[in-house]
């Protein structure tokens, strides 16, 4: 299996300021020049909700403050300026092994 | 308008057996994979499996192989999560999730599955 490790487990940020989620595969996930790592935002009571695809493809209706980068085996998810209702869990997933889906543990998001 | 809507929570006793559906609308059901989530109390995501319901072909994640069942009625556009024999370490919620383009972007609500004796 493809482990995902996210970093940090948890991340207090001022509003208006930039949040940084890091997460690392254990093997690349770069297949034909497309990354197949998503990110998801999950907010109390709720199902997950795709935010990012193919690393840095927003989600339609996901706000452009969010964006995604890297490659191979290292990815970041960016916040760049946070507001109050991005207070959440965010989770990494890799779609590189086919239908065989991990996701990274999770980073947990709050306001400083 | 194109959504997945899950049954209702359910409360079990170990041992006894629990089937839970995802049923699709809004779209062909039997275009489209679907797959089972686990998130335990305070804890993250865990990928379960998936199906694909025009043909049933379904892939297991090796935690889950043999202690859990997925299937699909196509006819009802329904996909189902089912146990054997619940243990009280199946306490969770359970997601389903339509694939497209390969990435998990439709979700279901959510089915709370809680086992005690």
């Known amino acids: 299996d493809i482990v995902m490790t996210q970093s940090p487990d948890s991340l207090a940020v001022s509003l208006g300021e930039r949040a940084t989620i890091n997460c690392k595969s254990s093997q690349s996930v770069l297949y034909s020049n497309k990354n197949y790592l998503a990110w998801y935002q999950q907010k109390p009571g709720q199902p997950p909700k795709l935010l990012i695809y193919?690393?840095?493809t927003r989600e339609s209706g996901v706000p452009d403050r969010f964006s995604g980068s890297g490659s191979g085996t290292d990815f970041t998810l960016t916040i760049s300026s946070l507001q109050a209702e991005d207070v959440a869990v965010y989770y990494c997933q890799q779609y590189h092994t086919p239908l065989l889906y991990t996701f990274g543990q999770g980073t947990k998001l709050e306001i400083k | 308008e194109v959504q997945l809507v899950q049954s209702g929570a359910e409360v079990k006793k170990p041992g006894e057996s629990l089937k839970i559906s995802c049923k699709g609308s809004?779209?062909?059901?039997?275009?489209?994979?679907i797959g089972w989530v686990r998130q335990m109390p305070g804890k993250g995501l865990e990928w379960m499996g998936i199906i694909y319901p025009r043909d049933s072909d379904t892939r297991y994640s090796p935690s889950f192989q043999g202690q859990v069942t997925i299937s699909a009625d196509k006819s009802i556009s329904t996909a189902h999560l089912q146990w054997s024999s619940l243990k009280a370490s199946d306490t969770a919620m359970y997601y389903c999730?339509?694939?497209?383009?390969?990435?998990?972007?439709?979700w279901g609500q959510g089915t709370t599955v809680t086992v005690s004796s």
């Open positions: 999730a339509r694939l497209g383009g390969g990435v998990p972007a439709l």
């Open positions: 193919w690393a840095s």
């Open positions: 809004g779209y062909t059901f039997t275009n489209y994979w």
